[in-house]
T-cell receptor, first 113, second 115 residues
């Protein structure tokens, strides 16, 4: 079965610093989703990547899917307190388009003022 | 556009009791998902509906969990009887189609504590 490994598990960063979160799969990623979750809340959609080498940006967050489509990274530039939360990657496992997502265990991001 | 609605937001019950969660997806979304998220883990899919039919319930513990989506709109997830290990956040998500890669939008979740 598909497994997604996220690293690091937790990250403490000073406000204004850049950071990167990684999501690695043992199998080809046909669709890779990044979500953010705050404690006690649902998942907020950030970005979806589908093609090898694809890169998307929204505000200060950039996500990339490598050419082999087995790893994705999420990069935050000039972090702010509003970026704090748990970042989850979710992947489509089987390319049937039925959106059965498998999720990683998440990366907990803390921003220190 | 209204998001995915879930209720209740929190529920505390004793083991062996029953509990039900409700979800109303985004209007027009044909596909509805229920996920279980145990503390410190990523969400795990329990069941997926396409309109009012079940697409995938392979990870649903059918001896105690049941779900329905009778009119193809809102859905109910039930646990009967609950066990301690059922303590988790239950997330509902919806998407417009299951035949192409479409974004799943999540509700706020129901946090269940079984004592």
């Amino acid at each position: 079965s598909q497994e997604l490994e996220q690293s690091p598990q937790s990250l403490i960063v000073q406000e204004g610093k850049n950071l990167t979160i990684n999501c690695t799969s043992s199998k080809t990623l046909y669709g890779l989703y990044w979500y953010k979750q705050k404690y006690g809340e649902g998942l907020i959609f950030l970005m979806m990547l589908q093609k090898g080498g694809e890169e998307k940006s929204h505000e200060k967050i950039t996500a990339k899917l490598d050419e082999k489509k087995q790893q994705s990274s999420l990069h935050i530039t000039a972090s702010q307190p509003s970026h704090a939360g748990i970042y989850l990657c979710g992947a489509d496992c089987n390319n049937f388009g039925n959106e059965k997502l498998t999720f990683g265990t998440g990366t907990r991001l803390t921003i220190i003022p | 556009e209204a998001g995915v609605a879930q209720s209740p937001r929190y529920k505390i019950i004793e083991k062996r009791q029953s509990v039900a969660f409700w979800c109303n997806p985004i209007s027009g979304h044909a596909t509805l998902y229920w996920y279980q998220q145990i503390l410190g883990q990523g969400p795990k899919l329990l069941i997926q509906f396409q309109n009012n039919g079940v697409v995938d319930d392979s990870q649903l513990p059918k001896d105690r969990f049941s779900a329905e989506r009778l009119k193809g709109v809102d859905s109910t997830l039930k646990i009967q009887p609950a066990k301690l290990e059922d303590s988790a956040v239950y997330l509902c998500a919806s998407s417009s189609s299951r035949f192409v890669l479409e974004t799943q939008y999540f509700g706020p979740g129901t946090r269940l504590l079984v004592l």
